[in-house]
């Protein structure tokens, strides 16, 4: 990988930039400023001293013992030149040098020394002379010679020196450190960060068996747990889906085996028409199974897909259970079961009409197959619910949450079934924004629908209907 696409290397560049800047910044504040100004006190540290001078000079004159004196006083360099005003130019003439170099042609031209001459003025500055800067004033006496006082700023800049190295290596020092923290950081973070990437091609991959731990309480640690709740929901998932295709290929299998067998009973044994009769007859209904199987399969990946329309409308409820009744009265005549709808309350509830039949139908089969023969069956209408209560055997408690899972049957039911008419019952109840509830003791089960009501929509009068 590019070393420049690496966390660790980009922050820690950024956090380096940052220093940098930061240190440009003091530097362009700090240095410039704090050279001024040491410069600038010193010139007026010498032009107090100078006029306080000048004062005496005016008093007792200037010679060879004054500008000792002077420079003793000031620690500067003091000279008194006379200017001598040629034709062309001005130049100066040294009386008296604290130096006694006898050759003091160094400050003949001194500008400040020029300028306080011509303008009769005190005049100072830095001035430049070999290579070194010097504090300067020049003050002209009354007798229009100049007194010019000049001290080394050597030690002055050699403090801003100091300054300014102190300040370059305590930058340095700190961007040092701040790289290596900077990076030593945010490589602990890249590697943290790794460490969810690999976590997260491993369950991309189907391989839901290993935690994703990161047990810093930080942002990265709650995305680790986000990830860890991510693997259990689906190895969940994973294992619903493999269980649903083992449980679908094993009871299409049944009825297809059993298909097959009577297909080849009949192809190849003699047999009488009666017995053909029967075989035809249990093979509609394995047929009959298999299409219902199918078409519950159908419903429950289309309820997971998330592709169920619903066509929602006013539906009042004693209709679909005269509906219901009407369907069943038959099949619930020939298995002796008394199937009566009885409203307690009318209402109308906001629903898919198509929907609601198919619960309808999903409660009374169940209420009639599981039943013993002769036990009476109610649809009953209680406001927005619908309710289908049988005086069966019951649901155990303990198995009143797991009739609702796919596949589930009870042990000692009828074979016929598949297990996935409560599922999608609750399913499609849910998806109507109602729900599915079950109340059951030995000798009666109640299973109900309840679904939201319809506002505004008048209630139709209340009438008992009987099959
Ligand atoms: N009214 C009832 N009384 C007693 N047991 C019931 C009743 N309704 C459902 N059960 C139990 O709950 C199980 C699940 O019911 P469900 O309707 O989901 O499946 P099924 O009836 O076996 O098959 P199918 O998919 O054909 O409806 C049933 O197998 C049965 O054991
Ligand atoms: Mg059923």
Known sequence: MNPFRKVGVRLSLAVAAVVLGALAVVWIALVPTLERRLVNGKIAQLTQSARALEREAAAAGVDEDFVDYAAHATGARVVYLIPITGASQTTMLVNADSLHLGLSNDVVKDPL?????????????????????????????????????SSSLRDTLANDNLVSTRLLWAGLIALAFAVIVGYGASSAFARRIRRLEHAAERIAGGDFSEPVVDPRRDELGELARAFDRMRLQLAQLDDARRAFIANASHELRTPIFSLGGFLELLQHEDLDEATQREFLVTMSEQVQRLSKLATDLLDLSRLDAGRVRLELEALPLADAAGDLSSEFAAVAQRQEHPLDVVVEEPGVAT?????????????????????????PVRIVVRGPELAVEDDGPGIPADESEHVFARFTRLPGTRASGTGLGLAIARELAELMGGELRLESEPGRTVFTLALPAAVGEPEPEPAAVHA
């Open 113 to 149: 020394a020029l300028r306080a001459s011509s303008t009769g003025k005190l005049a100072r500055g830095r001035v430049s002379r070999d290579g070194t800067s010097y504090a300067e004033v020049a003050v002209p006496d009354k007798n229009g010679n100049i007194l010019l006082f």
């Open 351 to 375: 629903a898919d009409r198509e929907r609601v039949l198919q619960i309808g139908r999903a409660l009374i089969d169940n209420a009639l197959v599981h039943t013993p023969p002769g036990t």
